[in-house]
Nanobody, 119 residues
Framework: VQLVESGGGLVEPGGSLTLSCAAS????????MSWYRQAPGKERESVAA????????SYSASVKGRFTISRDDTENTVYLQMNSLKPEDTAVYFC?????????????WGQGTQVTVSS
């Protein structure tokens, strides 16, 4: 399983960014996908999630209404569209999937992409 994030960068408050996560090594369309973030000195937190086939999405309260998660099963890619960015959105953003095994779900993470919101 490999997850590779891209699209991070420096953006001014109120700006937008779209993150991408290219997945390989598993049957992408069969599994839900999530975005997490981790700010300096803080624990990693869930930001958004999408079910397999994109039937449903969920968001943390801090990003609801500003961020949109989507997926393209033909490209094995999950996206995070981030609008109205705030300085408190500054963090490393990680792509995640959980794949069931005999011993329980196995978490897989990408390497992360840095998002910095600053003027």
């Amino acid at each position: 399983v490999q997850l590779v994030e891209s699209g991070g960068g420096l953006v001014e408050p109120g700006g937008s960014l779209t993150l991408s996560c290219a997945a390989s090594g598993f049957t992408f369309r069969n599994y839900p996908m999530s975005w997490y973030r981790q700010a300096p000195g803080k624990e990693r937190e869930s930001v958004a999630a999408i079910t397999s086939a994109g039937y449903g999405t969920s968001y943390s309260a801090s990003v609801k209404g500003r961020f949109t998660i989507s997926r393209d099963d033909t490209e094995n890619t999950v996206y995070l569209q981030m609008n109205s960015l705030k300085p408190e959105d500054t963090a490393v953003y990680f792509c995640n999937t959980k794949i069931p095994t005999t011993w329980g779900p196995e978490n897989y993470w990408g390497q992360g992409t840095q998002v910095t919101v600053s003027s």
